[in-house]
């Protein structure tokens, strides 16, 4: 079916899955797992994902949107931890309906500051747009789950960007390869009670599924996942690799790992 819009897939009290895609095999296996779970999904590019492919964005992004319109399930796409404003002036010419603005590096009155411009530009353009305040750890592998984002000075950061949703910190980190991260569970209910737009979970990897559900429970919205993907397929191509050199005889098992990896959080994240 064609491509909905990311905006229609959030909503207060239910949890969206955002799974990262990297090939053309994550974006098959997203797909195919987001239908067998029967419910909706995000595919979300990042700006390193781009890197990897040259710097092209086109490609993965047709490829993706190609998979999802031959498929039956709702699928959104969206552009991930964008620092690169010339990349997030692209979103709108390759079918996606969000973009995450990433400034979580810089000092809050910058990041304040370059928020509210790619807000500008994002609604002008018909976009949802996503921002981080309070640094989530591990973007360069290295945990920092002491970060914590501060309700007050989120809600001051909200209502003067105008975004339509916030990545916040609360506990975990990126690019965790185990399942043993504890989330302030505190700390979210009071983002959602203080905030009036919907809160993203970044590194949900690391989350073990009673805590994504609780997450979901206590007003997490959008819950963004991408290591757990890159386990499944790693697993599986050592697994297959060594034996055969045709890569199908390694990529579909990888695929298919990582589909049941999608179908189970999508079951998780959706039945909360
Ligand atoms: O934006 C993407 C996510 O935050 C992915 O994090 O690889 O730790 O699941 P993860
Ligand atoms: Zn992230």
Not at 82 to 110: C, E, I
Not at 127 to 146: C, I
Not at 187 to 200: H, K, Q
Not at 222 to 245: D, E
Request: charged content about 15%; proline content about 4%; overall charge negative.
């Amino acid at each position: 079916m064609p491509l909905v819009k990311t905006a229609s897939l959030i909503a207060p009290g239910r949890g969206v899955a955002a799974f990262n895609v990297i090939t053309l095999e994550h974006a098959v296996a997203v797909i195919s797992g987001a239908e067998a779970a029967g419910v909706p999904v995000i595919c979300q590019i990042s700006e390193n994902a781009v890197a990897f492919h040259g710097g092209r964005l086109a490609p993965i992004a047709a490829a993706t949107a190609a998979v999802a319109q031959a498929s039956t399930a709702r699928v959104a796409l969206h552009l991930d931890h964008v620092m690169d404003l010339d990349l997030l002036h692209q979103a709108a010419d390759h079918g996606f309906s969000s973009v995450m603005y990433d400034g979580s590096r810089h000092p809050y009155d910058k990041n304040l500051a370059r928020t509210a411009e790619a807000v500008s530009w994002a609604h002008a353009h018909g976009l949802w747009l996503e921002a981080e305040l309070g640094e989530v750890g591990g973007k360069d592998g290295a945990h920092a789950p002491g970060v914590r984002t501060d309700p007050a000075e989120a809600r001051a950061f909200v209502e003067a960007t105008g975004v339509d949703g916030l990545a916040v910190a609360v506990g975990n980190s990126h690019a965790m390869t185990d399942r043993s991260a504890t989330l302030d569970h505190d700390l979210i209910c009071r983002l959602r009670d203080a905030l009036s737009v919907p809160l993203v979970l970044h590194g949900s990897s690391g989350v073990p599924d009673d805590e994504l559900r609780r997450a979901v429970r206590s007003g997490m919205t959008k819950i963004n996942i991408g290591t757990a993907l890159n386990i499944a397929f790693t697993t599986a191509v050592r697994t297959h690799a060594p034996t055969h050199v045709d890569p199908r005889a390694y990529l579909a098992p990888a695929r298919d790992a990582m589909a049941a990896t999608v179908a189970h959080l999508q079951t998780v994240i959706a039945g909360a």
